[in-house]
């Protein structure tokens, strides 16, 4: 089978990014480039640091001083002081007078009322960031980092998990179902669901639709608050239970697993697209969303980094190449239709049943 390309991606870059391997040849220029990637994890620990202590939040109240904040948060005032200006100068906060308020882009994604909302998302940064801390022996053993390993305060929850993919996918969720008309499909099955935003999301455009989300029973509390929110619950079916040994309870029209095959190997992978396209109905499709490679897995810069992400986190995750998707939906007995670029980041490829 050739190699297939996403179609719009860029082979080589993320649009934007400074990687791109079109800068000048300057030495200069490459110093520059290596000083931004190492430096990187200041902003970053700045912001996940905040974020944890809760100091966004606390100044949902209003303007504090730096001795108010440390008070209330039980925290050093010399460290809360040097963090909040370090905040100031990243425009996440402002100062005034000697006293600390959130900035617009705090405002924006992070507090709890923020119309696009971050927080949980951060926090699970925060435990990614202890993870990639340990990249150096991950490689060496081969062996990812395990929970016991990172801080007792960010051990993983479900639930918290569960918010913070919520968090992560709300930009993409309108997109993605935008992407994908469902036509009269009646029954569609969300594997590894998770906040259940794309169900939702699905059930709210096609009125006649149906949904069932197969995650853990942690997980699903989480998709069952946001379903009733949405007023869509008496439409929807929660299914607890392991993807990998529970029953599907086909035929289904359509069938998602969005984010899912980069916890995977490639094998696992393969026999999950072969047990769901089981449970498709004739006609039916199974879409794959994902972060795809480029052939020679060097390129897009989401997903390569993506890949060690998975490799800190998991026993056998990776990010995976569209001929090595498209060989699990052929072997699986399905026809595969051409793939798409949803976001910069995010590709999607289905198999329809004949």
């Keep these: 089978m050739p190699q297939r390309r996403l179609q719009g991606a860029n082979a080589r870059s993320l649009p934007g990014s400074c990687y791109s391997g079109r800068m000048s040849k300057d030495p200069g220029a490459y110093s520059e480039m290596i000083d931004r990637m190492a430096n990187g994890y200041r902003d970053a620990q700045a912001l996940l640091a905040a974020n944890r202590l809760g100091i966004f939040q606390l100044l949902e109240e209003g303007p504090k001083t730096a001795a108010a904040i440390a008070e209330k948060l039980q925290a050093a005032e010399r460290g809360v002081e040097i963090l909040c200006d370090a905040l100031v100068a990243l425009a996440l906060l402002r100062k005034k007078d000697g006293r600390y308020e959130n900035g617009e882009a705090a405002k924006a994604c992070l507090l709890p009322s923020s119309p ?3 927080s949980a998302m951060l926090l699970h940064q925060a435990r990614l960031y202890e993870r990639w801390g340990r990249l ?3 490689v060496k053993t081969g062996q990812c980092v395990g929970e016991d390993e990172i801080d007792p305060s960010l051990r993983h929850r479900e639930e918290d998990f569960a918010r913070a993919m919520a968090d ?7 997109t993605t179902v935008e992407a994908l008309p469902l ?8 594997v590894g669901g998770g906040p259940g935003l794309y169900s939702i999301e699905f059930m709210r455009r096609h009125p006649q639709l149906h949904c069932v989300i197969l995650d853990n029973e942690k997980t699903l509390r989480v998709a069952e ?10 439409r929807l079916t929660l299914a607890p239970g392991d993807v990998f040994e529970a029953e599907l309870d086909g035929p289904y029209d359509f069938i998602l697993l969005s984010n899912l095959i980069h916890s995977f190997s490639g094998e696992e992978n393969a026999g999950l697209v072969k047990k769901c396209a089981a449970a498709l109905g004739p006609g039916g499709r199974l879409c794959i969303k994902d972060f795809f490679l480029e052939p020679d897995r060097t390129a897009p810069v989401w997903a390569a980094l993506f890949a060690i992400n998975m490799l800190v986190n998991t026993e056998s995750g990776n990010c995976y190449t569209l001929e090595e998707v498209s060989s699990w939906l052929g072997a699986a007995g399905l026809a595969v239709e051409p793939s798409r670029l949803i976001t910069p980041q995010t590709g999607l490829l289905l198999g329809r049943k004949p």
């Design 136 to 138: 150096y022996q991950v």
């Design 225 to 234: 608050e946001n379903a009733v929110k949405a007023g869509l619950r008496d």
């Design 168 to 174: 992560s996918a709300r930009a993409a969720v309108k």
């Design 116 to 118: 696009s909302p971050k």
């Design 183 to 190: 036509g009269d499909a009646r029954r569609m099955l969300d």
